[in-house]
């Protein structure tokens, strides 16, 4: 609410050009405040007032706020500022932030940056680029505290002194030999509780869990919110500590992962990262497009399977209106199963190891849900509808079946998509109503024939 | 993988009664492992094993291995235990734990416990017991680090010193007056950095971001996936710093909401925070139910809809086949917006005063995407169905009127129910297909008779 008044004073300062007014705004904000400002005058106005409002900023502030833009608003301002600019951005950004932010800068920018820096640095910054995205690598930062095991408490807080107003963090610090292999951790709590001639081999941590540079990110979200770390060290294959992860990365990244499970979820997949606001309309009919016309392919074969059943159709005409209900009610129940399973196994919560349990409760699940609106359905026909009792009958036992089956199908097709190293959240809505839609018509018309077909 | 061998293995020991070879074996893993390794057993066995297992642990692990149990394990175990024993893990728990255990206890056991603490203690407990469910006071510890502001770094760190082992954070410390009012805040980070005379007040940040006790949970996520906060102090109505709230709790409040959000979505809401292999089977069944049902209901009268045209269809019989194209077409064009929306708002990206560019985007894209269909349908039924023209025409402009009113409703239904301060993830697909199901049968139906029923 106070966001949405703070904004609506700038646009109405910015509109009267009363840019003083408007820093002065601007300014009353913390960094990530400041940001979203930003972000909304760059959709909301233009780009230009955009980078107008961010070239007012203290050099100081300026990063900080840079670093909490969207990836967009970010392109957006650095078309607009100088390559001096950006370069001065960049050197206050912290490492795993800058790298970020290269990776999405025009090659002929990131090679001027480049140009202006050491070599030590540029071989790092190269280095880091060449990480697969969306692997432990590309997470990390190089700003970390690492200590050697012989030191005493007193000298390695005196070394955090000097040196830990630089570091993404100091609460976890990492002893190393001279080759850089990760010895252990020690926590700065452990070190303001110790004793200051106390030696560091004695209170470290050696049990150290680590990352391999290369491991996926949702793996390392995994270990994060199983062990409620900080950070976590990343290592390469000799196990020489290369960088750390640090808990606030992981939160964008379970925040990334979920939203990418609810779009597949829902056959809209990007995977671009970007948010909705910022994929183009094309972007998203591609996005849409695919699902839509696997939907469209099976419901032509589920019109092809009642085209089949004319003959039967044109003699109970009343048989029609209940085929929304059977594939209406199938796709349901699917996905209501499908749903929490994908979800189960997200967290961690089920193993692929569950499965017969999971197949287990879902058929007393849908044994009852299954025998419940069956009934229901069943006395509604016959009172409401006054049909014939064998019509009511073909419509109850059709939905009872294709219940079981929806469900059966939505407990284990998410866990066989696993099994077969394909995403789960794939074996959702889409895939589960375009099969449960086939299968009920078939066992709708099958039961038809067999009940009432037979009557004629 | 790792896991399942070890598991396997304290499973066959336990078979051969090899108990002593099952403690080893458990020490070998870290606390959240043996959690694991217990609670499968409690899963895969019975209890009562589970119980032999959880006794076998060294005093001093046991309550962080208990602590990270799930609630269900947690109350299986307390069964087989004696209250004493309850009352020593309890002791051993950092006080936000602990409470949230002493919520899920027996009121006979918790009235045991209560008689062996200390009246201050007990005071306390209560207080933390009646917090409302998901509020920031049910979150919250009371183990945190309180400076004043006139002492000097050197006394700050000294008390840290000898405190700081049993609190929470040391990371993040509060000042506050002697009536405990909030004053600042300075992270030990800072306190490190500075030289040893410096007085705190100099130091600290006096800027501070705090939540009221009563905020909702969802708030003080937010807040945290904002500025990457450690800890987030919690205040009373008069600013009194009442308590702390930590990164790890939120981590788990953040992962609790979106499950919830997604269950929501599907219709299968639980809402009790237990996961799906702790949930009984009738409850399963009590929390799909309502959705099914009104569904069938919804299905029902779609089915009235199409009945009512029972003469067309007995003409023109053809149409019946693609009563379903147009009805999955449309509940999941509209699932697809509704999904993102939901998702863009649960995460803070889209907020209400977006309403205007949403509906245009998706006024863009449901018109490139029912556009796309209509065509691809058109020449499916006139090439492949070989249908009469008046037939292909009905079914692709009834495809290219129902994407366009589904996604518009995909992408406004859940700011409307913001709006209206419902739950947004309420209209997802089993509100939304409902909804199309009804206007697609009415719209097609309607085109037929104009279109068809005209010819006749």
């Given amino acids: 609410m106070e966001m949405d008044k703070t904004l609506e004073k700038v646009f109405e300062l910015i509109e009267a050009k009363k840019y003083a007014l408007v820093r002065e705004e601007l300014l009353e904000n913390n960094e990530a405040d400041i940001a979203e400002i930003v972000e909304e005058v760059n959709d909301n106005i233009d780009t230009e007032k955009a980078v107008i409002l961010f070239r007012m900023l203290p050099k100081d502030i300026s990063a900080s706020v840079f670093s909490y833009l969207s990836t967009d608003c970010q392109m957006d301002i650095v078309g607009g500022i100088t390559v001096k600019e950006v370069q001065n951005i960049m050197e206050e950004m912290s490492f795993d932030d800058m790298i970020d932010v290269m990776e999405e800068l025009p090659a002929n920018v990131v090679d001027r940056i480049l140009m202006r820096t050491d070599k030590e640095t540029r071989k790092l910054i190269n280095q880091f680029l060449n990480y697969p995205e969306s692997s432990a690598g590309s997470l990390m930062t190089i700003d970390y505290i690492g200590l050697k095991k012989e030191m005493k408490v007193r000298d390695a807080l005196n070394f955090i002194k000097i040196h830990g107003m630089d570091q993404e963090t100091v609460y976890t610090c990492y002893v190393m030999d001279n080759e850089r292999h990760l010895e252990g951790i020690v926590s700065l709590k452990t070190l303001v509780v110790s004793e200051g001639y106390e030696v560091i081999k004695d209170i470290m941590h050696e049990d150290v869990i680590s990352v391999n540079v290369m491991d996926d990110q949702e793996e390392v979200a ?7 770390f900080l950070a976590l060290p990343v ?16 939160m964008d990244v379970i925040e990334e992962e979920t939203t990418e499970d609810i779009e597949r979820m829902a056959g809209v997949f990007d995977g671009s990262g970007k948010e909705y606001m910022d994929i183009p309309v094309l972007h998203h009919v591609k996005n849409r497009l695919p699902w839509l016309c696997v939907m469209t392919i099976s419901l032509m074969i589920t019109g092809g399977i009642i085209a089949h059943f004319e003959d039967l159709m044109s003699q109970v005409i009343a048989l029609v209106a209940y085929i929304p209900l059977l594939n209406g ?23 692929l190891r569950d499965a017969a349990r999971v197949l287990w409760k879902e058929m007393r699940i849908s044994f009852t849900v299954g025998l419940i609106l069956s009934v229901l359905n069943f006395i509604k026909i016959i009172v409401i509808d006054r049909e014939a009792m064998l019509v009511a009958l073909t419509v109850a036992l059709g939905i009872f079946i294709i219940v079981m089956f929806a469900k059966l199908l939505g407990g284990l097709l998410p866990m066989a998509a696993k099994r077969l ?3 789960p959240a794939l074996m959702a809505t889409p895939m589960i109503s375009s099969i449960t839609d086939m299968v009920s018509v078939i066992v709708y018309f099958t039961l038809a024939t067999m009940i009432i077909g037979f009557a004629f």
Avoid: H, P, W
């Avoid at 009610?329 to 193993?351: F, P, W």
């Fill in 235 to 250: 290592v390469d294959k000799e196990n020489r500590l290369v960088g750390i992860i640090t808990f606030d990365d992981i």
């Fill in 329 to 351: 009610t199938g796709g349901n129940a699917g996905t209501q199963s499908a749903s929490l399973i994908i979800r189960g196994m997200a967290v961690g919560e089920i193993e």
């Fill in 421 to 423: 190293g394909i995403d």
């Fill in 222 to 228: 995994q270990i994060f919110k199983k062990y409620d």
